[in-house]
Every structure is written in C-alpha cells, then in structure tokens.
C-alpha cells in the first residue's frame, strides 16, 4: 500500500514539474512572439516587386517524372504617399535693415520617393509692410519652391553600432541604378527619430523580383535596433529667409510667417510651421533743457543735473521756468534717447540760434553716447561731431557722427544704440 502511494505522489510532482515547465515555456514563447517584428504590419518599400511563382510537378502515364512546369505574377509595391516632417526653428528679432534667415528639416515619411511643393504665407503686424519670405536651398545659392525626398524600409533585424558603419538589408527598388528609392550615399536619413548619414549603397538587385538591395549608414553614437517595416526617411535642410518691409512705426513689429510642406501627390493636410520674427526699431524721444548761467534761478517742469565738462561742475537744467536779464549767459542743453531696440543711425541735431541771443563762440560740447562729453570745434570739416554758422548749431550725435563735408550743416549723423542716450548742448547771451 505504502508503495502504491510513493508512486501516487512521484507522478504528482513529475506532473507539477511538467507543468511549470510548459508554464515557463509557453510564457517564453509569448515573449518571443512579442518580441519578434510583426511583419504583417510591416511597410515595404516602394517600387519593390512581390513575384509569385507556382511550380506544378507531373508523372506521363508510365510515371516518369516530366519536366515541372511554372507560372509568375509580379506584383509592384506602390508609393504611399505621405506628409513629411517639418523641424520648427526657434523665432528671431532682427532689425529692419537685416533679414532674418531660418534653417529647416524636412524629413520623409513615405515608403519610396516622394516630392512636397512648399509655399509660405506672411501676415505683418500694423507697423510694417512689404515683407518678404522666400525659400532658398540649402547652400542658400537659389530659391526653390519643391523638394524632392527618398524612402524606403527596413527588410531584416539589424543591429546598428555606436561606431562604424551597418550594412541595412533593404527591399530592392525596381532598377539598379546605384540608389534605393531616391536614397544615394552621402544622403541623411532618419530611422525612428535617428539621424544616419549614408556611407554606401548596393543597389545591385535593383529590378529582381523579391531581392534585397542594402543602404550602409554610419553610427551616430548611439546604439539601436532597427526592425522590419521600419520607415527610413531622407532628411533635406532648406532655408526661409524673412526680409522685413518699410517699417512706419516707433515700436517693434512682427513679421509672421507660415511655411507649408504639401504633398505633390496633395495628401492633405499639409505640414506647417509658423516663425515670428520681431523687428526692433529705433524710438527717439528729445528734451530741450536750459540753465541761466550767470544768475541760476530755479526753473520747472522735469529737470537734469549733469557736469557736462565745461569747467562749472554740476549744472541743473530746466524744461521750463527758467528767467534771465538781458546781458544773462545761457546754456541749453539737448537730451536725445533711444527707447527702441534698434539702432537709430545718421542722428543729426540741428538747432536754429533763438532770436534776441547770440552763439557763444567755442561753447559747443558733445556726449556721442559714451557719458563723457567732449569739445567739439565751431568750424566745418575738422573731423569732429559738430559745427555753426552762430545762426544754426548742427551736432552729428551718436557713436561716428562727423562734420567732415565742407560746408555746414552737410555732416553725417552717427548711430545711436537702443537704450543710449546723446546729449549736446552750447551757449548763448541775451542781447542788450
């Protein structure tokens, strides 16, 4: 009886046993197929030919074995036509003499050559108008308005190194002219959000019905696993460039511009971009102060104290209120800012002598934005940023401002930074 039982519980556990092992095997199995590419959801490259051949094998009557005989039916593999990838550049300011030049991607999706007509549309803000976008290649020696991408898929698991280069089995296109579906060496493509660059291709099987061509690409540095059906898709760079129009206002303006990236074959919708670029611009803002030198009452309005480097020390100046008597020395000063964020350029100051005064000789001083004021000579053409007729004070203010041409009042204003500030100022008695 004792026997029977031992026996009893050895098959029990050779059946427990058994059991995990196929438990073990058929999670393992689940894994694996898991695991394992599923090649009916795979993409297969354009242009392939799928050839299906039956063989029919026979016997005469006496049973001798004839000859087989075989029929084929090829069938090519169409382009599926789809939406490319657009990158999205980060928005530029740019000032209104400058354009501002954009670099693109656009990265193929589709299962064989395909080709994106690409047009661009510009809305201005109130402020600026007769902006321009156009779309130039990526050498920035032409404009263009169409770009042309290869594409095919993966054929077989392929490990891609960190380093080196990876031969990709491929499905042969439909001839063999030294390209897969528009992919040739030197050409970037993108396998799963990966950039390779084309080292080789053998196209050699290209027109063999169900045959394999290879594309050969370069690690990037990081290793990965590329499987069958994966989509390799041709990435091209292009170029927009933004070319602001006249601008008619004080405060920067926005020039937006969509780009669009439409399938030839009109697979809609398009893919798009938008790119907003801010042109700065310069925003001059001046205020006239006076100081009586010879009796300094009190004036009002707004008020500056500065030592503009005549010997006085710190004088302050007064937007109005100011009174003086005949015989009274006066000194005016001239306060020009930029609030914008651009430059302003060819800033010139040109202040007629007020009546009843007269210019005194040699007073005129300049701050070209640097906060240092200078001595600037009365004469024309002594290559300094300033100059009068006693009737007429110029001063060519900003950073490079000159009197340099002969005759006054023809100089050349200077350049005035956003945020800086110029000041000139000179002096004037009243008459008796």
């Known amino acids: 009886m004792n026997g029977s039982i031992n026996k009893e519980i050895m098959a029990l556990n050779h059946g427990k046993r058994t059991g995990r092992r196929r438990g073990v095997f058929g999670a393992l199995l689940l894994f694996v197929a898991m695991a394992l590419p599923q090649i009916a959801l795979a ?14 094998n026979y016997a005469d009557i006496v049973g001798s074995a004839q000859t087989p005989i075989t029929a084929s039916v090829d069938v090519t593999v169409n382009l599926v036509a789809a939406q490319a990838v657009l990158s999205a550049p980060i928005d530029q300011p740019t000032d209104a003499a400058t354009a501002a030049t954009y670099s693109y991607t656009i990265t193929s999706q589709a299962n064989g050559p395909d080709s994106y007509n690409l047009t661009t549309g510009v809305t201005e803000s109130a402020g600026i108008s007769g902006s321009t976008a156009t779309i130039r290649n990526a050498g920035d020696t032409a404009t263009i308005a169409s770009i042309g991408l290869g594409g095919t898929s993966v054929a077989a698991l392929t490990p891609v190194p960190v380093a080196g280069t990876v031969a990709i089995p491929v499905p042969a296109d439909s001839a063999s002219d030294g390209e897969v579906n528009g992919i040739a060496a030197g050409d970037t493509v993108v396998i ?16 063999t019905a169900n045959a394999t061509s290879t594309i050969t690409v370069n690690g990037n540095g990081t290793p990965a696993l590329v499987q069958i059906g994966d989509q390799i898709g041709e990435q091209l760079a292009f170029l927009v460039r933004v070319t602001p129009g006249t601008v008619t206002a004080a405060v920067d303006q926005t020039i937006t511009v969509d780009i669009n990236a439409l399938d030839s074959g009109a697979v809609a919708p398009a ?3 938008q790119t907003i670029t801010t042109v700065t611009v310069a925003a001059l803002t001046v205020v ?8 300094p009452v009190a004036g009002g309005g707004s008020t500056v104290t500065i030592d503009t480097g005549g010997g006085a020390g710190s004088i302050t100046y007064y937007t109005s209120g100011v009174t003086g008597d005949p015989g009274d020395t006066l000194e005016y000063l001239i306060e020009v800012n930029n609030g914008g964020t651009s430059s302003a350029t060819n800033v010139v100051l040109s202040d007629p002598v007020p009546a009843f005064t007269t210019y005194t000789a040699s007073s005129m001083r300049l701050d070209t934005g640097t906060g240092t004021f200078a001595a600037v000579l009365d004469g024309d053409a002594d290559a300094d940023g300033g100059e009068t007729d006693s009737a007429t004070v110029y001063f060519y203010a900003g ?8 005759g006054v009042g023809n100089g050349s204003g200077g350049s005035l930074a956003g945020g800086a500030t110029t000041y000139g100022n000179f002096r004037v008695t009243i008459d008796n």
Do not use: F
Not at 288 to 295: L, R
Not at 399 to 406: E, F, L, P, V, Y
């Open 399 to 406: 950073s490079g401002g000159t009197d340099g041409a002969i």
């Open 288 to 295: 006239k102060y006076v100081a009586n030198i010879t009796d």
């Open 192 to 207: 799963n959000g990966a950039v390779y660059t084309v080292a080789s291709v053998d196209d050699a099987n290209g027109g």
């Open 271 to 273: 893919e798009t971009d």
């Open 43 to 56: 993409t297969t490259g354009a242009n392939h030919i799928i050839r299906n051949t039956v063989t029919v």
